[in-house]
Every structure is written in structure tokens, then in C-alpha cells.
């Protein structure tokens, strides 16, 4: 092993390829560095070029400085890739601003100015930018969307892991519908038109969460999360919605404190996801905050890593919105038993003073097979949902059934039982209290950086009616 590492030491003395966020972090002189990436902006003196490079790697851009004799024929635009080589130089320390004198610049790859949608120096509209999904991670604005959900996808694992729990993949092709709403993604191989049914030899649907494969490894290891795509075909045409997003979801033995053990794991990880963001990312989710959120906006932000998130339980939520109903003209009355509906979130929120909030203890009849009924009520099942501001719902998640017997009841009155032998054979062999949520991580970036639709904190959203590329 020591050999290896001495390799690798080796290899990276060697080239001496390095990013822009590398060298514009240099504080002294660095000679001979090779830096890749593609040009954002640039200007010519009668002996000097001045090119602005961009590669990814951090919002700044390098000043590339090249005597105009170095390009003299070539045809170098916004959007050209090129290879710069030279010494990095901090030009002045009090400004911390760094150059590359080039002594050599190697085009990579042309950009024809009058076909290229990005124009120089104009900043172009989230809708513009969505008409480009191949193109729009080389603009400033979705480089820096990019690397918050890298920072923030590391941040939960870290989380996590720090906690001792074990991650693992949930199957992507699933034959459960564990939400039970039927919004499944059927799958069947391209060219079996007779025998589609056989492949699998049963059904087989994409999955819309991997909870119950969460709940099964659970059974043995005690603590696990996944994170990774889930499905949803819901005819659901708005800004919080797609058919393809990404879902950390973790689940956990409970030790006797139930429903509260998980709200503190929702809470905490999603301040420490926020905390993150904000100490190893600032410049990026900065940008953001300044350029899109109002004043109330970055204020709820900052609270809901100051302050305890607020807690209600859905019969006082309902309270709250039947006597709200006289002031307010809802969409839809609310009305205890039902589902609540966004604007009902959104007046929910506004009770909380934009602080997100925990609504608890739903109606059995609203939520899933698997939620667990209380002990004092068995209408009402110990689950919940995190309303945040700007968003709504991001997370949801529930103390499982872990009584065999009424799961077994239940399972028998749905018609389920056969379907689901093999998770009520987790209650037979070994059961636990236990208990866990999913968290949408599109939509947590929403509320994390203020983005109003959804479609624009991923890199290929898949929503009804788009699947381009
Ligand atoms: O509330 P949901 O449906 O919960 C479950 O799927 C549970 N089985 C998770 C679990 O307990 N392991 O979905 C969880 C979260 C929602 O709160 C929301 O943030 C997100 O997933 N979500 C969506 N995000 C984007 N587009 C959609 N169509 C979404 N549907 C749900």
C-alpha cells in the first residue's frame, strides 16, 4: 500500500494539470501549470490577450493573459475550449486576484459566436436555460447549481455516516407499490409484445420509493439510508413535481421514543445539510440568496437553522385551517380526514412565521399500509410531513407497523397479503420498532437555495409531457 500512494504522490507531482479553483486560490508564484477549461469572456490589447476561463470547478474565473502572438490565427470565442499552460501569479495579494501568464494556449474546441445560445456577458433566464439541458451546465448560474447538489449529496452522506448509518442501493426495478397510489412506471422489455408479462414473471415497475427494501435491511442492520432515483407517474404539472427525482430515505430501529426520535434525525439533518452549504459553499448559495430571494425569504432560511422547527399535530393543523377557512377563500375546504392541499400548507406556514413545521398523526385512512396505528387511537397513525417555506412538503415518513397481527389485518383488508408475505415475514422473524422517512432532495435544494421550480436544481428533469435527451 505505501507503494501505492508514493504512486500516486508521483502522478500528481507529474502533470501539473490543475483547476481554476485551484489557482485562483494560489497565494504564491506556481510554475509550469496546465489549466483546462472553456472561455467565458475575453479582450485584446495590441500585444496582450486577456481570456476569462471557466472549467466548473468554482464560480471564479481565471485571467488568462497570452501575447497576442501565442493566437495570431486562431479563431477564439466565448464557449471555445482551450488548454492554457504558463505560471500562475498573484497580482496583487490585497485583492487575493491571480493571473496565468501563458506561454502557451492550445485551442480545444471551436464555438461559432453566432450559433452558441449563450451570449457573452448577458445572464440568461432559468426558462431560456431549460430549453438547453445539454448545454446549461456550461453556464455560471447552473455550474453553481451543480455544485451545491454535489456539496449537498457529500453533506447527507456525511451525515450518515457520522451516525453509523449503513448505506445501501435499494433496487431500481421493483415489483412493490409502496406508496399504494398506483403512480407506477411499468416496465417490460422492448420487444416482447407476447410474452411482456414473462420477463420477470411478475409485474415489474419502477420503483417510487425504496422504503420497504429499506425496511427489510433495517430487519438486520439497524440503521441504514439510500439515496438514490426514485419514480413517480403523477399527472402532477407543477413547480414542486417531477417523474424522476432523488430520494434520501433512511430507516432506523426506534429505542422507545418513537415518532419525536425521527423528527430530531429529519431536523438535524437537514440544518447540518444547510450549515454545510453555507460554510463550504457560501459563494455559490450566496448567489442565490442575493439574486432571487427576498429579504423574508433569506431570513426563513437562516431561521430554520437558528431555531427549533415548530410542530403541529394535523388534527390542530385542522383546526387552525377550519377557522382560517372563515377569512380565507381556500381551493378546497378543508375538512378533517382529507389531505391537506398546498394552500393549506402554505397558511400552515405562515401561522409558523415561515419556520418550517412537523405535521404529525395523520388519518389512517390518508397515509399507507405500513404506518403505524397509536397505541391510543387507531384512526390515527404516527406519521409525518415537513412543510418547509417556498416548498411545501419535503419530507414524509412514519413509525412502521410492526405488530405482526395487525399488519396482517391490514394487509388481509387492502388484498394484499399474498403480495406483501415477504414483509410481513420482517414481523415474524425478528421484529423491531422501527421507523423512517424520505426526503426529496430536488425539493430540499429548492428551499435550501430559493429556486422556484424544480426543473432547474436538477440536471435532466423528467416531468409529464418532457423527457428531452
Ligand atoms: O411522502 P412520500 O411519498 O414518502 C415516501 O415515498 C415514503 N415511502 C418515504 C419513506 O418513508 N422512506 O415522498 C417523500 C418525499 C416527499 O416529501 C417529497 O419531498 C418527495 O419525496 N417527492 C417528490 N419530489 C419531486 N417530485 C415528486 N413527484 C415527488 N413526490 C414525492
Known amino acids: 500500500w505505501p507503494r501505492v500512494a508514493t504512486v500516486s504522490a508521483a502522478v500528481r507531482t507529474l502533470t501539473s494539470r490543475i483547476t481554476v479553483r485551484d489557482a485562483v486560490a494560489a497565494t504564491s508564484t506556481r510554475e509550469d501549470v496546465s489549466v483546462l477549461g472553456w472561455v467565458k469572456n475575453m479582450r485584446k490589447q495590441k500585444e496582450l490577450v486577456f481570456i476569462d476561463l471557466n472549467d466548473g470547478s468554482t464560480a471564479a474565473r481565471l485571467q488568462v493573459v497570452a501575447p497576442s502572438n501565442l493566437l495570431r490565427g486562431v479563431h477564439l470565442n466565448v464557449g471555445c475550449s482551450v488548454v492554457a499552460k504558463g505560471k500562475i501569479v498573484p497580482v496583487s495579494l490585497a485583492s487575493q486576484d491571480v493571473e496565468l501568464a501563458a506561454s502557451q494556449v492550445q485551442l480545444l474546441g471551436t464555438c461559432d ?4 445560445p449563450f451570449k457573452r456577458g448577458k445572464i440568461h433566464g432559468v426558462e431560456y436555460l431549460r430549453q438547453f439541458p445539454h448545454l446549461r451546465p456550461q453556464t455560471g448560474v447552473f455550474s453553481r447549481v451543480l455544485r451545491l447538489r454535489s456539496a449537498a449529496t457529500m453533506a447527507v452522506h456525511r451525515f450518515f455516516q457520522d451516525r453509523g448509518f449503513i448505506n445501501f442501493h435499494t433496487p431500481i426495478i421493483s415489483s412493490s407499490d409502496c406508496e399504494g397510489a398506483g403512480e407506477l412506471f411499468e416496465i417490460r422489455p422492448s420487444q416482447a409484445a407476447e410474452d411482456e408479462k414473462r420477463f420477470f414473471s411478475t409485474d415489474a415497475f419502477l420503483t417510487v420509493s425504496g422504503q420497504l427494501h429499506a425496511e427489510a435491511v433495517t430487519s438486520g442492520m439497524s440503521a441504514v439510508y439510500t439515496f438514490g432515483p426514485t419514480f413517480r407517474a403523477e399527472k402532477s404539472h407543477t413547480k414542486r413535481h417531477l417523474s424522476e427525482f432523488y430520494m434520501v430515505e433512511a430507516e432506523t430501529v426506534l429505542h422507545g421514543s418513537g415518532l419525536s426520535e425521527l423528527l430530531c434525525l429529519v431536523e438535524d439533518l437537514y440544518k447540518h445539510t444547510l450549515e454545510v452549504l453555507l460554510k463550504d459553499n457560501y459563494d455559490d448559495i450566496n448567489y442565490f440568496h442575493e439574486t432571487i430571494c427576498s429579504d423574508e425569504a433569506k431570513i426563513s432560511i437562516l431561521n430554520s437553522i437558528e431555531r427549533p422547527f415548530a410542530r403541529m399535530t394535523y388534527s390542530e393543523a385542522m383546526d387552525e385551517l377550519e377557522n382560517a377557512a372563515s377569512k380565507n377563500s381556500f381551493h378546497t375546504q378543508p375538512q378533517w380526514g382529507d ?7 402554505l397558511h400552515l406556514l405562515s401561522v409558523t412565521g415561515q419556520l418550517p413545521v412537523f405535521i404529525t398523526d395523520f388519518p389512517a385512512a390518508i397515509k399507507p399500509f405500513y404506518a403505524r396505528t397509536l397505541d391510543s387511537d387507531t384512526n390515527i397513525v404516527s406519521s ?32 394484499l397479503l399474498e403480495k406483501y408475505q415477504w414483509y410481513l415475514d420482517l ?10 422517512f424520505g426526503l426529496g432532495f430536488e ?19 423528467r416531468y409529464l409531457g418532457s423527457c428531452q435527451m
Open 339 to 345: 389531505d391537506l392541499q398546498r394552500d393549506h400548507e
Open 113 to 116: 459566436p453566432k450559433k452558441y
Open 384 to 415: 409525518v410531513d415537513l412543510l418547509v417555506p417556498g416548498v411545501g412538503e419535503v419530507v414524509g415518513g412514519s413509525v412502521r407497523e410492526e405488530r405482526e397481527t395487525v399488519l396482517r389485518d391490514r394487509l388481509t383488508r387492502l388484498g
Open 427 to 436: 414481523r415474524r422473524f425478528g421484529t423491531v420498532p422501527h421507523g423512517g
Open 443 to 461: 425539493r430540499l435544494l429548492q428551499a435550501f437555495l430559493g429556486v422556484a421550480d424544480i426543473r432547474d436544481v436538477i440536471p435532466f428533469p
